[in-house]
């Protein structure tokens, strides 16, 4: 079994920063990308950002573009800035064990249980 735990979330004001951590554990595996998802109180659960393993290729939705960075080490990370209050949501950290768009969160067969990130104006 794989398990993905967050951290990092929490209350900021809007033009704020944070930044976000994913740490793996359990079985060993090689995913094809993880990535970053976010949902907001009655909406869908929305891609954020992808990094593929090699690490080459990154992914972003447009609402978060020149704001927010993912990168990878021994964990998983997403830098947060210039945030916005419409950016409040829980995020959660996955990785990508299917072929297809990174962006599809039906080919994440791991996940994690989320953190929450409020940004106030």
């Known amino acids: 079994q794989v398990q993905l735990v967050e951290s990092g979330g929490g209350l900021v004001q809007a033009g704020g920063s944070l930044r976000l951590s994913c740490a793996a554990s359990g079985r060993t595996f090689t995913p094809l990308a993880m990535g970053w998802f976010r949902q907001a109180p009655g909406k869908e659960r929305e891609f954020v950002a992808a990094?593929?393993?090699?690490?080459r290729n990154t992914d972003y939705a447009d609402s978060v573009k020149a704001r927010f960075s993912i990168s990878r080490d021994n964990a998983m990370y997403l830098q947060m800035n210039s945030l916005k209050p419409e950016d409040t949501a829980v995020y959660y950290c996955a990785a990508k064990t299917d072929t297809g768009s990174v962006n599809l969160r039906g080919l994440y067969a791991y996940w994690g249980q989320g953190t929450q990130v409020t940004v106030s104006s």
């Open positions: 990094l593929s393993w090699s690490g």
